[in-house]
């Protein structure tokens, strides 16, 4: 049996663990470390240390339980002609995206604040999806790989729960796919953003999917699972 139930709002939801994946939004140093985008920005960054562990145990189980781990990184490339000149003119100038920091060319691929963070490395075989936007969809290839692999429903967590999390959530829901967002592995540096973003998720039926603590997925995942058929 692949099926796992777990409690949600607004409601209960059961999943095929063989059709579902994990997808853990931009869980980079630029947004969780001092020095980088969202500390240029003006924020406090240490808000979003709150989801490393809840993000952590969905990997972990995930993993354990033959679940596609996904992670994406919000960034553009070195010459920024994937980044929209608003978005770059936007800020202290000493400050903007592909401004030197401490942690590299702020929001720029391959510096060491794009990284994710130590805590969530992927590990080999977990596909990186590089995105310039804050939807995981856009202008990247997860909808190819996410049909590729025949899954339907996705376990979403990450940062930050109202832009880049809700974002890839409502660009999921329009392409079909079911979404859970794992609500305390979320987090924003704007906690009532957070607190509303996930009401907003579960609000109306349902109306973007459902809300689930890590600590129930964490519970429904750990039954034992048969192992990943190979095609
Ligand atoms: C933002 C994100 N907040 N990953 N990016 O700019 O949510």
């Not at 999943?15 to 140093?29: E, G, K, N, S």
């Not at 400050?95 to 401490?102: C, D, M, T, V």
């Not at 909808?143 to 899954?151: A, V």
């Amino acid at each position: 049996m692949t099926t796992a139930t777990v409690r949600a709002e607004p409601f209960a939801v059961s999943f095929d663990r063989a059709t579902t994946a994990l997808v853990v939004i931009d869980m980079q140093r630029d947004f969780l470390e001092p020095g980088g985008f969202g500390a240029a920005l003006g924020n406090d960054v240490s808000l979003l240390r709150s989801a490393i562990a809840p993000a952590g145990a969905m990997i972990s189980v995930a993993r354990a339980a033959n679940i596609l781990v996904i992670h994406t990184r919000e960034g553009h490339r070195d010459d920024l002609s994937d980044a929209p000149p608003h978005k770059v003119l936007r800020g202290d100038p000493a400050k903007r995206i592909g401004a030197a920091g401490p942690m590299g060319r702020i929001l720029v691929r391959g510096e060491p604040g794009h990284d994710i963070i130590p805590e969530l490395a992927p590990i080999l075989g977990e596909p990186i999806i590089d995105k310039p936007g804050k939807g995981a969809f856009f202008a990247t290839d997860l909808d190819l790989i996410l049909r590729n692999r025949g899954i339907k429903t996705l376990l979403v967590c990450g940062v930050t729960t109202e832009v880049c999390v809700h974002t890839t959530v409502r660009e999921a829901n329009d392409r079909g796919y079911r979404c859970i967002v794992v609500s305390d592995a979320c987090a924003s540096y704007f906690p009532e953003f957070h607190a509303v973003a996930l009401r907003m998720v579960a609000a109306q039926g349902g109306i973007f999917g459902w809300v689930a603590s890590s600590a129930d997925l964490v519970a429904a995942l750990s039954e034992k699972a048969p192992a990943r058929a190979i095609a």
